[in-house]
Nanobody
């Protein structure tokens, strides 16, 4: 059974930074796609970062490109999302995701989801 546990959310002022962490169990990075999504109230869930093992490439939508960075620490079995220069519009529930296909595109459809961690950015 795959479980994804996020941490690192919180409240920050605009311009600040946060780093989200995702600890998977029953899943290893070599198995395939992993990524991060977010969902703001009243909006659809959207992919904000995706990575495929063994490829030196990642996906970011234009709304976060240059500000967010996805990375993984194999030794710690942890996926990260470093978020810099945060904006009020980045406020959302953030979800870790794994499996599925298409993680290097906005149409990524994961198999597994975490429970989410809230990020709130104030002006």
């Amino acid at each position: 059974q795959v479980q994804l546990v996020e941490s690192g959310g919180g409240s920050v002022q605009a311009g600040g930074s946060l780093r989200l962490s995702c600890r998977p169990s029953g899943w290893s990075f070599s198995k395939g796609c992993m990524g991060w999504f977010r969902q703001a109230p009243g909006k659809d869930r959207e992919a904000v970062a995706g990575v495929y093992p063994g490829l030196n490439a990642a996906y970011y939508p234009s709304s976060v490109n240059g500000r967010f960075t996805i990375s993984q620490d194999n030794a710690k079995n942890t996926l990260y999302l470093q978020m810099n220069s945060l904006k009020v519009e980045d406020t959302a529930m953030y979800y870790c995701a794994a499996g599925g296909r298409g993680c290097l595109a906005p149409e990524y459809r994961p198999e597994y989801w975490g429970q989410g961690t809230q990020v709130t950015v104030s002006s």
